[in-house]
DNA sequence: TATCAGATTGTCT
DNA sequence: GACAATCTGATAG
């Protein structure tokens, strides 16, 4: 996919419709807006997880099954799949593909744009923050420091009139030349083969990436090994 | 730095 | 009734 877009721009609701695997590495680099009451925080996407079709047993509509919950996931691509996680956090996804094929990419890290994101994002935090991880490094944390809750289930990311919305980054949104690891999805054990599969891409070296993969030298890839959103 | 148990409730069987 | 796409503080090394 080579799209032209200005930075800034929205990602229109085209961008949504191909399959979670493709747009999770994708939406790395892609600014993540989140209007407030103190003011819109924005941070750029470093680590996603492809959580893609009903034959993924690590998805939560694995084998198609459509709830009150994951009835979001069955919609068309472009709104937040947002949930409640042991009772206490709450994660953010992003729906891909058409409509009845439940596809969703899980944003597990991001980091501040600018300062004054940061100094917006501390504020929501509330618990002690020592490095750049425990600020929203981590699907919980990044929920806790966006305030993101499941009022915002089903928020459209294409909508300016959205609280929650994707904007294209940097001209090298989804590489500009950092490596990207593909590794495994994290606690996942039940969903046995589909456990090992590669589908989680973060930025290698980024300080806000939740967990280090020890194998993320070999594993790394330059960026362009990736599909781009943007032309070089 | 690494490991571990506890927190806490919506969701599904 | 069991468990979850997690985080935190405590404890040991």
């Known amino acids: 996919m080579n799209l032209e877009l200005t930075p800034g721009e929205l990602l229109p609701r085209s961008f949504y419709s191909v399959s979670a695997l493709e747009a999770a590495p994708l939406l790395l680099g892609q600014i993540l807006e989140r209007d407030t009451e103190e003011g819109v925080i924005r941070c750029r996407i470093v680590e996603t997880e492809s959580y893609?079709?009903?034959?993924?047993?690590?998805?939560?509509?694995?084998?198609?099954?459509?709830?009150?919950?994951?009835?979001?996931?069955?919609?068309?691509?472009?709104?937040?799949?947002?949930?409640?996680?042991?009772?206490?956090?709450?994660?953010?996804?992003?729906?891909?593909?058409?409509?009845?094929?439940?596809?969703?990419?899980?944003?597990?890290?991001v980091e501040p744009l600018a300062l004054e994101d940061e100094v917006l994002m501390r504020r929501c935090r509330g618990s002690l923050v020592r490095r750049p991880a425990d600020l929203s490094g981590g699907p919980g944390k990044l929920c806790r420091a966006l305030g993101i809750d499941k009022a915002l289930n089903g928020a459209l990311f294409y909508s300016g009139a959205s609280p929650l919305r994707l904007a294209a980054g940097g001209p090298g949104a989804g590489g500009s030349?950092?490596?990207?690891?593909?590794?495994?999805?994290?606690?996942?054990?039940?969903?046995?083969?589909?456990?090992?599969?590669?589908?989680?891409?973060?930025?290698?070296?980024?300080?806000?990436?939740?967990i280090i993969d020890k194998n993320s030298e070999a594993r790394s890839k330059p960026s362009s090994d990736f599909p781009r959103l943007f032309n070089k």
């Open 177 to 210: 030349g950092e490596r990207i690891v593909a590794a495994p999805r994290i606690n996942i054990p039940y969903a046995e083969e589909y456990a090992a599969k590669p589908w989680r891409f973060y930025y290698r070296d980024n300080p806000y990436v939740s």
């Open 52 to 109: 893609g079709g009903v034959e993924d047993k690590g998805s939560h509509a694995y084998g198609g099954r459509r709830t009150a919950r994951t009835e979001v996931m069955f919609g068309e691509g472009g709104a937040a799949y947002v949930y409640l996680i042991y009772g206490m956090y709450h994660c953010l996804n992003v729906v891909t593909g058409p409509q009845d094929d439940p596809q969703a990419v899980l944003i597990r890290a």
